[in-house]
Structures are given as structure tokens and as C-alpha cells.
């Protein structure tokens, strides 16, 4: 099997592990909390996308990865983080302009996401960052959708229910 294949159906299969497991126990876990605490928990994970910059450090990937990849990658990840602490601390403290940032950190980082998967020609040079989009891309693309399937919820897109 070809390591762009092995990478493909790593995705795949964690991709559908994540989705099942959101549906059938964090999606009914998350209906009972409130609108601000189930988007702080969905937006949790993404605050430890500065992790994304070890795209950029020699030794770490197995060669240094083109530029064209990299660079986005990088910094793509270390904004969606920035926005999604800024998020964590806006639903804290109950800011009723939350619900924008949401939706600009949601928009950020799902583009990024999906920028970085177009490149599926550098996977055999992620070395022993090979687990970054195997494993937590298909976990930050589920709650991004997860993410927006509540901020479209009429009831649930006020600002009064984000901000609490």
C-alpha cells in the first residue's frame, strides 16, 4: 500500500471514528449544556492548534516540507488557535459580540483545514507528524461542523444565549 493511501484511509477511518463517537456521545452529552458551555467545549480542542507550527521546525518532519505547504499550514493552525483562546475567554467572561468571533475563528479554521488537506503530496514527508492529520484534523473538522450546525440553530444563533 502506497503511504499516500495508508494516509488517506488513516483519515478516513478516523474521520468516520470521530464522527460516530460525536453523534452517539458527545452530540447528546452537548443538547443538555447550555448554548455557551457546549461551544466552549467544541472550541476547546482548536486553542492547541499552535501545535501546527512544528511544520516549520527542521528535524521534526521528515524533510523540510515545501513552502507552499508549510507556511499556510503553520500559521493557519497559529491563528485558528489565537481566535479559539480569544473565543474560550469571550465565552468565559460573556462578551455579546461572542457570536462573531465564532463564526470569523469557525470560518479560519475550517478554510485552513481544508487548504492543508489539498496538499496530499507532502504526507510522505510529515515524518513523526504524521498524527496531526491523521488523527486531530478529522477531531477539529467534526467539531468545526459541530460548531456550525449550532450557531445555525435559530434559537441557539442569539447573542444572548452565546454570551449567557
Do not use: C
Amino acid at each position: 500500500m502506497s503511504t499516500q493511501a495508508i494516509f488517506l484511509l488513516q483519515f478516513v477511518l478516523s474521520l468516520t471514528l470521530f464522527a460516530l463517537v460525536s453523534r452517539w456521545i458527545v452530540a447528546p452529552w452537548l443538547a443538555r449544556q447550555s448554548q455557551r458551555d457546549a461551544l466552549f467545549w467544541l472550541t476547546l480542542p482548536h486553542a492547541f492548534r499552535y501545535m501546527g507550527l512544528v511544520f516549520l521546525v527542521p528535524g521534526v518532519v521528515a524533510q523540510p516540507l515545501p513552502d507552499y505547504f508549510a507556511i499556510p499550514a503553520a500559521y493557519g493552525d497559529l491563528s485558528a488557535s489565537v481566535l479559539a483562546i480569544l473565543v474560550l475567554v469571550l465565552l468565559r467572561v460573556g462578551w455579546k459580540g461572542t457570536t462573531a468571533v465564532l463564526w470569523i475563528f469557525n470560518i479560519v479554521g475550517t478554510v485552513d483545514l481544508l487548504n492543508a488537506l489539498r496538499h496530499v503530496e507532502v504526507v510522505s514527508d510529515f515524518g513523526s507528524v504524521w498524527y496531526i492529520p491523521t488523527l486531530f484534523v478529522p477531531l477539529l473538522l467534526v467539531s468545526h461542523v459541530m460548531i456550525f450546525a449550532r450557531l445555525l440553530k435559530p434559537a441557539a444563533n442569539s447573542e444572548s444565549s452565546v454570551a449567557g
